[in-house]
């Protein structure tokens, strides 16, 4: 008998629940599929990132060593969980980061698309949208990818990795995230945090916009058929992200020694101390070779594929379960309103 009124109850708890995710904002949507993109992305290449950081500002312990050796040292040392270290701060960095870039990316591009109308709707417009969104991310969450870089650089028994390197002065160790921003901040203040911030944008914008511009341009060459690929994706957010990353890693070198610099860090190595983007590229020619600019770009190359591949990947699949309607429809939408 009371099998009817059970059954339409549960239609009604089904339309309930198809509503209640239909009443979500279509931009907080956007920004729980780019946090969740971000946080697989990133990882899944932590112990890869973390290297590359050691590379980029650590050259007389790990320079003259290959990736493999350097991971086997850092395993000797720091044990399968320093593969991680640092892995928690760019967590909670890159989630709201790729949740406001992704999002920003989308608000920025529809803002684009009908304010001005004169340039188009093709890939021009991924490259300012994703340029735009990208420093609007980095703003909010740079003081984050400070903390993680200086958690990143720690490597235990440092005396004995260095080889015999005397060091009079050692770096601050920091505990965690709490204890970094207390240390930078009675160091230098609010602007410590943000130490670094200059080649940061510089190197973001336009790899973000070369991203989303690359990304977005080869799958609009793509058949119909074959947009949902995930191969696809994969290929086409590996091509963006290699291509984007070698215009931009010098500048990615330049911020990571002026992030784990100290005053401590230049009493112990000296040399003149780096203050901006292209004073930081001139100093770091001149005193440590114009390779250093690269170092650590080979392993970027093999991180950048499944973080890039991974996150696009992500992104448009958690797109499609939290049914954000298609760029296409929101634009034509919003037009028609």
Not at 258 to 286: C, N
Not at 299 to 316: C, M, R, W
């Amino acid at each position: 008998m009371g099998t009817p009124s059970q059954g339409s109850a549960a239609v009604a708890a089904a339309g309930v629940d198809l509503c209640a995710l239909d009443l979500v904002p279509v931009f907080a949507k956007e920004m729980i599929a780019g946090g969740v993109a971000g946080a697989f992305s990133k990882t899944a290449i932590a112990p890869l990132e973390r290297l590359k950081i050691l590379l980029q500002t650590r050259t007389n312990e790990f320079g003259s060593l290959g990736v493999l050796k350097s991971l086997k040292k850092l395993r000797q040392h720091d044990g399968v969980l320093g593969f991680y270290k640092g892995n928690g701060a760019s967590v909670l960095r890159i989630v709201p980061y790729a949740a406001l870039h992704y999002m920003a990316y989308e608000r920025y591009r529809c803002w684009i698309l009908n304010n001005c109308p004169s340039l188009g709707t093709g890939p021009f417009v991924d490259l300012l949208a994703g340029s735009a969104s990208g420093g609007t991310a980095v703003l909010c969450t740079y003081p984050l990818d400070l903390a993680r870089t200086k958690l990143a650089y720690q490597v235990n028994s440092s005396d004995q990795l260095s080889s015999g390197l005397k060091r009079t002065i050692s770096q601050p160790k920091y505990g965690g995230i709490r204890d970094v921003f207390s240390g930078v901040y009675s160091e230098g203040g609010t602007r410590a945090l943000y130490r670094g911030v200059g080649p940061t944008l510089m190197g973001i914008l336009p790899y973000a916009g070369l991203k989303f511009y690359i990304y977005e341009g080869l799958k609009a060459h793509v058949p119909d058929d074959y947009k949902n690929s995930v191969t696809l994706k994969l290929s086409c957010g590996a091509a963006a992200g290699l291509f984007g990353q070698t215009l931009t890693y010098p500048l990615d070198v330049v911020r990571r020694q002026m992030q784990v610099q100290s005053q401590q860090y230049h009493d112990q190595f000296g040399g003149p101390r780096i203050r901006g983007t292209f004073q930081g590229l001139a100093i770091i020619k001149q005193t440590q070779g114009w390779r250093q600019l690269f170092a650590g770009l080979s392993l970027n190359y093999i991180k950048v594929v499944p973080s890039v591949a991974i996150g696009f990947t992500a992104y448009d699949t958690m797109k499609n379960l939290l049914k954000i309607p298609p760029r296409e429809r929101k634009r034509s939408d919003h037009g028609s309103s």
